[in-house]
């Protein structure tokens, strides 16, 4: 079956530690997307990919990294995580077709204290 | 830039009321509008889009119709059931659709 799997699921990280989102895919989809979810904001985009070796800057980029070694994987690096990074993160994925579909994962809770 | 406005950030109702989300859009150009929802627990999943004027986008029940003219996509249910509880979201995609933008969501709540 299908799926986007995030990991780890939950996250508690001290300022200034690094941490990374790792979010795995059997869709086959070309494209990759990290989104933030805040009460009041909805879902920010934070980077995104088209392909294996590829990632773009989406909305709010500042202060995390992103890495896509292969199709199936692409990660979220917050190399000196701080409180206001406490947030829910979604990985989702993107045919690439122009239609407009993303597959999300569950869902990565991360506490920075 | 451009953005999706939801006004409501919570909508309560009752089994059988029926149902409206407001969704504003503001862009350069002509997008393609999305309505995504996400149930407890769960990631957020496609419900259904539109991508030209006046073109109704419908799934499970729920409809919005695409209209330039007062930039708008509001989600409607006729009757809604406490199943439908859950975080709407609206969104637009400009030229290739493969870079989304959320608005800020609507969670309904709905008793029994």
């Known amino acids: 079956e299908a799926a986007v799997t995030q990991s780890p699921r939950n996250k508690v990280a001290v300022t200034g530690g690094k941490v990374t989102l790792s979010c795995n895919q059997t869709?086959?989809?070309?494209?990759m997307y990290w989104y933030r979810q805040d009460t009041g904001h909805g879902l920010r985009l934070i980077h995104y990919?088209?392909?294996?070796?590829?990632?773009e800057k989406g909305d709010i980029p500042d202060g995390y990294k992103a890495s896509r070694p292969s199709q199936e994987n692409f990660s979220l690096i917050l190399e000196l995580a701080t409180p206001s990074q406490t947030s829910v993160y979604f990985c989702a994925t993107g045919t690439g077709e122009n239609t407009g579909q993303l597959y999300f994962g569950e869902g990565s809770k991360l506490t920075v204290l | 830039g451009d953005s999706v406005t939801q006004t409501e950030g919570q909508v309560a109702l009752s089994e059988e009321d029926f149902l409206t989300i407001h969704c504003n859009y503001s862009a350069s150009g002509y997008p393609a509008l999305f309505w995504y929802v996400q149930y407890p627990g769960e990631g957020p999943q496609f419900l259904f889009r539109a991508s030209r004027d006046k073109e109704k986008g419908s799934s499970r029940g729920f409809e919005a119709t695409y209209d330039k003219g007062t930039t708008s996509f509001h989600l409607r249910k006729a009757s809604v059931q406490e199943s439908d509880s859950a975080v709407y979201y609206c969104?637009?995609?400009?030229?290739?659709?493969?870079?989304?933008?959320f608005g800020s969501g609507t969670k309904l709540t709905v008793e029994p």
């Open positions: 869709n086959n989809h070309n494209n």
């Open positions: 990919s088209y392909g294996a070796g590829s990632t």
């Open positions: 969104a637009l995609g400009m030229s290739n659709y493969n870079v989304l933008y």
